[in-house]
């Protein structure tokens, strides 16, 4: 959807801030997507609603429009994407763990964010963002799903009970 976005705003000259918003926008129709596709994952637009489906045994599918346009400190620009925004929410939530899900296969990851960002697998933000998180980060990518649906089996229930 980004790279529609892009073409789209190459084409018609809108600027990045209205990009970032329908970037927004296209998020959460991904999201209601999801959601709609399998049973217990639960649309979410707040700490408190994602706080709320978490203790009902659901999965909370965020919807970020809201939040990420009321928060004045998130650049509206290209330099934001998906991975800062999870990264800022996973701060927000007090998260032990963040979860970055790549279209590609990632091995094993450098340790350092510049070294992410140099090679394109995250945005600028992501470094200001994750740097100062109290969370750790799995990277992973073509390949890993079954570690992916293990990890999201652990922690559903932890994160219901914990708050987290």
């Known amino acids: 959807m980004a790279g529609t976005l892009r073409e789209a705003q190459k084409r018609e000259g809108f600027d990045d801030r209205v990009a970032h918003r329908k970037a927004l926008r296209a998020m959460e129709q991904y999201g209601r997507v999801l959601a709609a596709m399998r049973p217990g994952f639960v649309v979410a637009s707040s700490i408190v609603e994602i706080?709320?489906?978490?203790?009902?045994?659901?999965?909370?599918?965020?919807?970020?429009?809201?939040?990420?346009?009321?928060?004045?400190?998130?650049?509206?620009?290209?330099?934001?994407?998906?991975?800062?925004?999870?990264?800022?929410?996973?701060?927000?939530?007090?998260?032990?763990?963040?979860?970055?899900?790549k279209s590609f296969a990632v091995g094993e990851p450098p340790p350092d964010f510049a070294e992410w960002v140099h090679r394109g697998w995250v945005d600028r933000w992501f470094m200001r963002i994750a740097s100062g998180g109290r969370f750790r980060i799995r990277l992973l990518g073509q390949g890993d799903q079954r570690s992916v649906e293990c990890m999201l089996a652990a922690a559903v229930p932890e994160m219901a009970t914990n708050g987290g």
């Open 51 to 101: 706080r709320d489906v978490l203790k009902d045994g659901q999965v909370p599918v965020w919807m970020p429009y809201e939040m990420v346009v009321a928060e004045p400190s998130i650049p509206e620009s290209w330099d934001v994407t998906s991975d800062s925004l999870g990264a800022w929410l996973a701060d927000k939530l007090n998260a032990s763990v963040l979860i970055l899900v």
